[in-house]
DNA sequence: CAACAGTAACTGAGCCGTCAGGTATTTGGC
DNA sequence: GCCAAATACCTGACGGCTCAGTTACTGTTG
C-alpha cells in the first residue's frame, strides 16, 4: 500500500466514523424530539407541531400567513396542514380568516390565548432542553459546542431539499 | 451589577443561545432523519423503523431477541413492537418463534432475507448520510465533529429517561 | 376574452403509531 | 404448594399523518 493510499484509507476511516455517529446523532435526536413533544403535551396539552406552528404564526403577526406557507415551514402536505389547523382552531389557539387578496386562500394567525399559549410552552420548553444539557456538558465545552452545532444545522438544513 | 452577576448573566445568555441552538438542531435533525427515512423506504421497501429492527436483530443472532426487548431498544409500546413484528413477518424479513424458556415470550430472529435486505439497505443509508455530510462539511473539521458529536449524543442519550 | 394550466385548500381512504384492556404464563412470599 | 403480583404479548378503538382526488379560484396566452 503507497502512502497516498494509506492516507486515503485512512481518511475514509474517519470518514466512515463520522457517518455511523452522525447517523446515531439523528436517531437519538430524533427520539429527544419525540420525548420532549411528549413532555410539553402533557405540560401544555399541544403536541410539538402545534407549538412550532404557534411559533411561527407568533413572528408572522398580523394579518396572517397562509396555510400553505406553515406547510411549508414545516414538512407537511396540505392535508396534514388542514387537519392540523382544524385542531388548532378547534381549540382556540388560531382563527381562519379568507385572504383579501387572493379568494382560494385562507390567511391564519393567532388568538389572544394562542399567544399565551406560545408564550407557556416557550418557557415549559426552554426550561426542559435546558435541564437536558445543563448538567451533561461542562460549561467550558458550551460556546465551541454552540458553534458547532451553529454550523453543522446550517450545513443540514440546506441538505434537507436534497433528499426530497 | 457586580462583577459577578456580570459573569453570571454571560454565562447564563451562552446559555440561552445554546438552548435555543439545540433545539433548532433537534428539529432539524427529526427532519432529516424523517427525509432519510423516507428516502430507504422508496428504494427499499422498509421504513425507517424496520432498519432499525434489522440492526437490531442483525446483532442479536440466533435464536433471536424477545419483543420486549425490540421495544426497549426502540421506543415503542408493546402494542407497536407486536404490529411492527406483525408487518415484518408478513413482508418475510423476520420470523417469530416460541421461547423456549418461557412459554408467554416469542423470539424473533432475521429471515435470510431480511439479512440481505439489512445489508442493502445499510449501504444504500450509510450513502445518503454520507452525501449529506461530505461536500457541506469542510474535511479538516471533521475530526472535530465527529468528537463533538460522540460526546453528545452519549450526554443526550443519558438524559433520554428523565424526561419519560 | 376564452381556454387552460397552475395553485389553494379540503376530503375520503389507508397506514402506522398510542392507549387501555385482555389472556396466558411466571415468580416470589407465605 | 398456592395465590397475588408482575410480566409477555395481543387486540379494539382511536389519533394523526400521507396520498390521491376534488372544488374553487387565478393568471397566462393566443
Known amino acids: ?24 446523532l439523528l436517531g437519538v435526536a430524533n427520539r429527544l424530539e419525540y420525548l420532549v413533544g411528549r413532555a410539553l403535551e402533557r405540560e401544555c396539552g399541544i403536541s ?3 407549538y412550532e406552528v404557534l411559533l411561527i404564526l407568533g413572528r408572522a403577526g398580523d394579518p396572517g400567513l397562509a396555510m400553505s406557507a406553515i406547510g411549508r415551514a414545516q414538512v407537511l402536505t396540505t392535508g ?18 379568507d385572504d383579501p387578496a387572493d379568494r382560494r386562500g385562507r390567511l391564519v394567525r393567532l388568538t389572544p390565548l394562542g399567544e399565551r ?10 426550561g426542559n432542553l435546558r435541564r437536558l444539557l445543563a448538567d451533561q456538558l461542562p460549561g467550558e465545552h458550551w460556546e465551541r459546542f454552540a458553534d458547532d452545532l451553529r454550523v453543522l444545522s446550517r450545513a443540514v438544513a440546506k441538505e434537507v431539499p436534497r433528499l426530497r
Open 1 to 24: 500500500m503507497s502512502a497516498d493510499e494509506e492516507i486515503g484509507s485512512a481518511r475514509e476511516a474517519a470518514e466512515d466514523a463520522l457517518v455511523v455517529t452522525f447517523g446515531r
Open 48 to 50: 410539538h407541531l402545534m
Open 80 to 97: 396534514g396542514v388542514t387537519r392540523l389547523i382544524d385542531r388548532m382552531e378547534a381549540a382556540g389557539l388560531v382563527e381562519r380568516t
Open 117 to 126: 399559549t406560545a408564550v407557556r410552552a416557550t418557557e415549559l420548553h426552554r
